[in-house]
């Protein structure tokens, strides 16, 4: 089948985790704790890093190897991981270093790339897919490294809530489009993380013909992630993202988002929990004769992990897609992936089976098959 060749935009905790479980999943030569074994003929090992983008002075001009574990990134290293002969390249930083960052993200004091220069870097590279691991609140650069691939006719991954994938009539995804460049997002959705669960149960609470009154989702953590996520200027389309992805399993979602009956977020940062994110999830709502129904849950997770386990497919699914020359906003593709897709899904086994039925057109087999669809 060949390489998947992936570009990183963001050498973060997340790109820390999917290099080395690259390696990982190479070492142990089995597919446990994935989502999909094989997707298309794609195989997790078929994923290889052959460029990466930042602005910190601890990673542009490193080799990717080395920039994974640089400060301020904590995802610890848990496989030997060879040298990649990627050095990182200086990125444009707009508006991806907050003010209250500077000290973690340390903007190297080095020439910022124009469009056209990262557009040739990305071609030169032989790029697949651009994944988007940019801090919350990157509006401007995000939507800057999104020209680029789609310029450059590539894919792009949107793994942060800024919404292109899901405003299909965006220029980006107008662009994308015409020189057939996929587009999946917006804002990915962890593997078994506080969106997935809660829209689980809030689901349930559905498809047992009760009804949702209000809940909440109160994250905390430890990383530059939700220290980046203290200003609240930054956090308005992450809770946007969160509780329209809760409340879209409802039959009527508006008068919940109108009443301000969910409320969704990261709501903490405390730096001794590092990669763990707590999420306190509450729930009320009414069920036979009006009775009361009350889910209290507290779930714990290594956050890159399971935002890493969703990735790891994504990346497949993108790269089948442009080989598939299908450019622009793809909602099938994105639905079961990300918590702001471009058609919100009432529940996670609809957008499952749009997936599957989305590939089947393809003509392409996702392993296992978790669920019948017919
Ligand atoms: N479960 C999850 O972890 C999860 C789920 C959904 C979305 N996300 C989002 O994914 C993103 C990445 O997460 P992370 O933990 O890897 O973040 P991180 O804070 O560890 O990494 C961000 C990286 O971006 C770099 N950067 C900042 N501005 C830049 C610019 N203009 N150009 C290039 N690089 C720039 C920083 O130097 C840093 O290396 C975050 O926005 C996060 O909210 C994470």
Known sequence: MGDIRVGIIGVGNIASMLVQSVEYYKAIDSNEGLIHEVIGGYDIRDLRFVYAVDVSSEKVGRDLSEAILAYPN??????????????????RILDGVAPHMVDDFKP????????????????????????????????????????????AGVAFVNAIPVFIA????????????????????????????STIVHRALASLA?????????????NIGGNTDFKNMLALERLKTKKESKTLAVASTQDEPEVLLREERVYAGPSGYIPFLGNTKISHMYMRIKA??????????????DDKAMATAVLVDVLRIAKILKDNKLGGSIPWASAFYFKHPPVPV???????????RGLEELGVEARPKLLEYY
């Open 74 to 91: 904590m995802v610890r290293k848990f496989v030997n991981i060879p040298r990649l002969g990627v050095t990182v390249r200086m990125g």
């Open 206 to 218: 559905r498809m047992r013909g009760a009804k949702l009154v209000e809940t909440y989702q109160l």
């Open 288 to 301: 036979f004769a009006g009775s009361d129904v009350e889910i209290e849950v507290k779930l714990k997770v």
């Open 166 to 193: 899901s405003s299909p009539t965006d220029s980006i995804v107008e662009l994308a489009l015409e020189n057939r460049a996929p587009i999946l997002g917006d804002d990915i959705k962890g593997q078994l993380g």
């Open 108 to 151: 190297a004091k080095l020439p910022e790339p124009s469009e056209d220069e990262l557009v040739r870097e990305v071609l030169d590279a032989g790029v697949d897919v651009l994944v988007n691991l940019l801090p919350v609140g990157s509006e401007d650069a995000t939507r800057f490294y999104a020209r680029v691939a789609a310029r």
């Open 346 to 356: 009432k529940s996670d086994y609809e957008a499952l089976k749009m997936l599957y």
